[in-house]
């Protein structure tokens, strides 16, 4: 099976902390992965390296079979945990922000999202946090990218509604991409899941498919998520 991104024995420090320790793992379009592992694992720090905005310290990152470049973060779309719309007054500032620095971004589709999710695209952007995570989905799914990356996407978001609203925006895609889902709290998202790779301590504790955990464990990924580390968190 040909991958899109590849990691060949990955490490990033951070004055002189190891974030991620030899990461291995290939991952191919058209599937929802769940990087998924307890604060401080390294979730952030991958997220990080496979939008391109950082490079590694140790191995390599290959992106559709070539080193990554500048021009390859323009095939990715990113959304981090920390959201950077209050830097907009308004939502049509947002979505001119997007239409400048993105070719592949949909205006139409941004919208279009927004409308379904309850929110007018002529409104102002206001301290409701939970609705600027639905209005910076919009737009970060309104994105033709070969991948997309969201790190502890819709926070504020109860179990059912994370779970529609993620399912709503990240369909109806012609290119199949590859779409990486990072998080603790796991809440709505392990339906969303055909694999997941465990992370702790910076290094992979597991890499499965959410089938072969079924028919292995006899649980689903979030049963074997709390197994594992049974941190309290969920």
């Known amino acids: 099976m ?9 490490g990033k420090s951070y004055r002189g902390k190891t974030a991620l ?13 769940g990087v998924l592992g307890p604060e401080g694992s390294g979730k952030t720090t991958l997220c990080h390296l496979l939008s391109g905005i950082e490079s590694p310290d140790k191995g390599e990152i290959l992106f559709d079979g070539k080193k990554m470049r500048a021009k390859t973060k323009k095939r990715i779309s990113y959304l981090p945990a920390k959201s950077f719309i209050k830097n907009f007054k308004r939502i049509s500032e947002l979505m001119a ?19 379904v999710f309850g929110i007018s695209p002529e409104n102002s952007i206001t301290s409701d946090k939970g609705q600027n995570e639905l209005i910076s989905l919009s737009c970060f ?10 790190d502890e996407p819709l926070s504020y978001f109860d179990r059912e509604e994370r779970q529609s609203y993620l399912k709503t925006a990240l369909q109806g895609f ?22 997941v790779v465990f992370l ?23 049963g074997l998520y709390k197994e594992v ?6």
Request: with cysteine.
């Open 2 to 10: 040909e991958h899109l991104v590849e990691f060949h024995s990955v």
């Open 21 to 33: 320790n030899n990461i291995s793992l290939g991952l191919e379009r058209g599937i929802c992965v």
């Open 97 to 115: 922000f997007y239409g400048c620095y993105f070719a592949d971004f949909d205006r139409g589709k941004a919208m279009e999202l927004m409308r």
């Open 141 to 150: 799914a309104a994105r033709q990218a070969d991948m997309l990356v969201l």
């Open 174 to 195: 012609d290119n199949k991409p590859l779409i990486v889902i990072a998080a603790r709290h796991l809440r709505g998202l392990v339906p969303l899941f055909d694999n």
């Open 200 to 222: 702790h301590e910076g290094k992979t504790k597991l890499i499965a498919s959410v089938d072969e955990i079924r028919n292995k464990t006899g649980m689903d990924a979030e």
């Open 229 to 234: 580390f049974a941190d309290g968190s969920l």
